[in-house]
């Protein structure tokens, strides 16, 4: 499958955010970028979906699920 770049007017479009927030996430190390010639900058479709999955937020079964698994584990190592 071929990758595809996007430039950062799509990226920000993508992630639902302005051009100088897509550039602090750059400045910060938060998101992946490429620049190829120092001067441009690209972003992998992948990157930013995996960028944006990172802030997803458990829902409540997800936490229940994720609580039991941890007692179990505290009353296995007793």
Do not use: W
Request: glycine share 4%; charged share 30%; aromatic share 10%.
């Amino acid at each position: 499958m071929k990758k595809k770049y996007l430039s950062t007017k799509e990226a920000a479009k993508i992630l639902g955010v302005k051009l100088s927030t897509l550039y602090n996430y750059i400045h910060n190390g938060t998101l992946v970028c490429y620049k190829p010639n120092n001067r441009l900058v690209f972003f992998l479709e992948e990157d930013l979906l995996n960028f944006f999955s990172k802030g997803r937020i458990a829902n409540d079964e997800e936490l229940k699920a994720q609580a039991i698994k941890e007692i179990r584990s505290i009353r296995r190592d007793r």
